[in-house]
């Protein structure tokens, strides 16, 4: 496997951010011959959610209908420049990266999955709770010292407080009046 593990920094909240995410969106569904604003694409991380400090890479998820993708469809998305970086010790998730001018995460997993629902509940809940936004900004940056700028340690000093946003976006969505 290849080593997945690289520096990090992070930075304030860059209002360019969804732009180059929009670009990056269009750029995939062009390869593949689908709308941009299909759905099966969405904006997640700490990049898509304004005002959250963020490390300056823009993650997107693409949601596939059956698992697992096949070769071509991860073919297709090397061909644009990313690194195919397997499972990455995440069952259920294809990762990749491109480093390039601006970065970007690929995170390929079903579409309606474990995966998906649970980075947009946890992305929904940072935007719209300045008080999960805060205790997560905070959490972040003491992972950072922790992890002292690597991404595996980095990312594992900060899953304690993903699973208690996660708990938290669970516990609004079941509080929530049903639509």
């Not at 997640?44 to 993708?69: C, E, F, H, N, Q």
Request: proline residues 6%; glycine residues 8%; hydrophobic residues 45%.
């Amino acid at each position: 496997m290849k080593d997945i593990d690289e520096p990090v920094l992070l930075v304030p909240y860059d209002d360019a951010w969804p732009d180059r995410y929009d670009k990056e969106r269009t750029r995939i569904a062009n390869a593949f011959g689908v709308l941009p604003r299909s759905g099966l694409m969405q904006h997640i991380g700490s990049t898509a959610v304004r005002g959250l400090v963020a490390k300056p890479v823009i993650d997107i998820m693409l949601g596939v209908g059956s698992w697992p993708p096949r070769p071509e469809f991860l073919a297709r998305i090397c061909n644009l420049g990313y690194e195919d970086l397997g499972e990455a010790g995440v069952p259920g998730r294809i990762y990749l990266r491109r480093r390039d001018l601006h970065s970007f995460n690929a995170h390929i997993v079903q579409r309606s999955g474990e995966h998906w629902t649970n980075n947009l509940a946890i992305r929904d809940l940072l935007r719209r709770d300045p008080a999960s936004r805060a205790r997560y900004a905070a959490a972040k940056r003491a992972a950072l010292d922790v992890g002292k700028g690597r991404l595996l340690a980095y990312s594992e000093a900060k899953d304690g407080a993903v699973t208690e946003l996660l708990a938290a976006a669970r516990a609004a969505a079941a509080a929530a009046p049903a639509k």
